[in-house]
């Protein structure tokens, strides 16, 4: 799709780029009557969550490669499905590899839902811990889903937000209360060593509080990272984790759809080099191209790094908040593993028909912390953690007839990695596809191309300074009431009109498209500055 001729007059609002979040914050201010025109510099949509070729005829999900997180109230509410997102598959089970032996299910969280070498102990131990978790993250996700509040106000909106948030949890009862506040601090090694044998259960686990972030499970805020997750989950309902037919670009169309049915305009290949300020306001852009275009309010889905150095420029903002979004933390740990392969694979202790499921290689604690531990180093993993999905196993129409794909997500691989990545590169994918044919003897001779995609490569394709999961580093003092900093932290800005609506906000990475609608509410509700 290409340029709008009308594209020169002025708007309510412009929407810097196409991610899931811009595009859900463009629908929502366009169903609420608004006139918006989203920009994006690639020629396609969906940002860090979009399906592309990565070898003649094999398609993937190049970024996020699960959706689990986006809440069921967003997809009713834009009525994604109508305008065509489908699901390939849902509620999928995790299948935790050993490295000999039987695989872990997991497929729920009851004691019927987990199956394989655990004792019964552990079975038991795991219902009552996924009850608690479940309990903790019930009350998370009103805040997880909302707008923070501003902290130190005498607004009434912003004490009761934190009064809500106080009742829920004194509503859970003083044992389960008290664990709350004994765990939320806590590193998630020391949690799971206390409820679980199991050194397969326990790494499974563990691994989850720490996928996207830039630290190991023995790292405090670990528990958080977990339940935040889990939060999240808990709004996606029943159908998380899921894969959407076509990819996770499918739901950026499908955003994009609900977008565009309510009148917003959408222009491709459309880089902003500039945001325009006059008055101390921001009141348009002006693309690479140099063509400009005037809006009463420009919001971006960049990160915020981007946002405020690159697009507004320092020269509009105050030196301290400056110095602040310079300072924060953005280098992505996370790199991804695409295979195009000939036939399907067999991972040893895996039944075939589990094969679909998401497959983790994170077989104990200490070997995800060791994964971890070279990354501090600027080295990437010498073992590291994987997630697996291969999704042409429900959605076949992404490779040729009967051919597959797989698609990993791989932990560490550091962003700035001590030699550079031009000489490291091809070894440290092959080092991964030699990992992986020792849980799948003969994966090796059916890889026909494949792509390794480390974080500055993720920088380049995406636009996200780091490659960073999460924009901005998801870590208690970048969470919450203070994401992405102090000054930003309601998706509105120091610079009147200017607005940030992309995963480094509140609550942060992950396919949820809760920044691009609360940003959207934020934009209608009008402003009182910061
Ligand atoms: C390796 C990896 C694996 C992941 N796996 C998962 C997963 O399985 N499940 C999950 O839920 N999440 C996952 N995530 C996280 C998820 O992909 C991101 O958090 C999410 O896509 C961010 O969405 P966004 O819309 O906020 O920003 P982005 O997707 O980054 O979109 C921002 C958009 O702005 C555009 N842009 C930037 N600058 C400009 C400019 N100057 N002019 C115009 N446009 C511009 C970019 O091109 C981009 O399209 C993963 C992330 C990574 C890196």
Not at 154 to 170: F, K, P, T
Not at 179 to 201: C, Q
Not at 238 to 246: D, H, K, M, S, T
Not at 253 to 267: N, V
Request: with cysteine.
């Amino acid at each position: 799709m290409n340029a709008v001729a009308t594209a020169r007059a002025a708007y309510d609002c412009i929407v810097i780029g196409g991610g899931h979040n811009g595009l859900a914050c463009a629908a929502y201010l366009a169903r609420a009557g608004r006139s918006v025109l989203v920009l994006e510099a690639a020629d396609r949509l969906g940002g860090a969550a979009l399906t592309r070729e990565f070898a003649p005829g094999f398609r993937v999900s190049a970024g996020a490669h699960l959706l689990h997180q986006m809440p069921a109230r967003l997809i009713e509410e834009l009525a994604l499905e109508k305008h065509g997102l489908r699901w390939a598959a849902q509620s999928l089970p995790t299948a935790a590899l050993a490295p000999d032996g039987a695989a872990l299910l997991l497929s729920g969280s009851g004691p019927e839902s987990i199956e394989g070498p655990v004792d019964r102990e552990d079975t038991e131990g795991y219902a009552r811990f996924m009850a608690l978790m479940q309990r903790f993250a019930a009350v998370m996700n009103p805040m997880l889903e909302a707008v923070p509040p501003r902290l130190g106000t005498e607004r009434w909106a912003d004490r009761l937000s934190l009064m809500r948030l106080g009742w829920r949890i004194r509503r859970l009862g003083r044992r389960d209360m008290r664990e709350l506040l004994r765990i939320a601090g806590m590193n998630v090694y020391d949690l799971l060593k206390e409820h679980f044998r199991s050194p397969l259960l326990q790494g499974a686990l563990g691994f989850d509080a720490v996928l996207g972030t830039n630290f190991g499970p023995r790292a405090p805020g670990t528990v958080m990272t977990l339940l935040y997750r889990l939060a999240a989950q808990h709004g996606a309902g029943a159908r998380a984790l899921a894969l959407p037919a076509g990819g996770l670009g499918a739901v950026a169309d499908a955003l994009a759809g609900a977008a565009r049915a309510a009148g917003a305009e959408i222009r491709l290949t459309a880089p902003v080099a500039r945001v325009t300020v006059a008055a101390d306001r921001a009141c348009g852009v002006t693309l690479q191209s140099g063509e400009s275009i005037a809006a009463r309010a420009v919001v971006s889905s960049a990160d915020p790094q981007t946002s405020f150095l690159g697009l507004v420029g320092s020269e509009h903002l105050d030196t301290a908040f400056v110095r602040r979004v310079h300072h924060l933390r953005t280098r992505g740990l996370a790199a991804k593993l695409h295979l195009a392969l000939d036939g399907l694979p067999k991972f040893s202790g895996l039944p075939a028909a589990a094969h679909g499921a998401r497959l983790l290689i994170a077989p104990s604690l200490d070997y995800v912390e060791h994964a971890y531990n070279h990354s501090k180093y600027g080295a990437h993993s010498a073992a590291p953690a994987l997630e697996i999905t291969m999704p042409t196993l429900s959605d076949p129409g992404l490779a040729p007839t009967g051919k597959h794909v797989l698609s990993a997500i791989v932990q560490y691989a550091p962003y700035e990695l001590t030699g550079g990545w031009a000489g490291q590169h091809e070894a440290f994918a092959q080092q991964l596809i030699d990992q992986l044919e020792r849980h799948a003897p003969g994966l090796r001779s059916l890889v026909r191309e494949r792509e390794l995609l480390t974080p500055p490569d993720m920088e380049r394709e995406f636009r996200i300074s780091g490659g960073h999961w999460h924009h901005v580093d998801l870590a208690l003092d970048q969470f919450y009431a203070v994401r992405p900093v102090p000054g930003a932290t309601q998706h509105r800005t120091p610079l009147p009109g200017f607005y940030l609506c992309g995963a480094g906000c509140h609550p942060g990475g992950g396919v949820m498209g809760i920044a691009g609608r609360n940003a959207a509410r934020q934009i209608i509700a009008g402003e009182p500055a910061q």
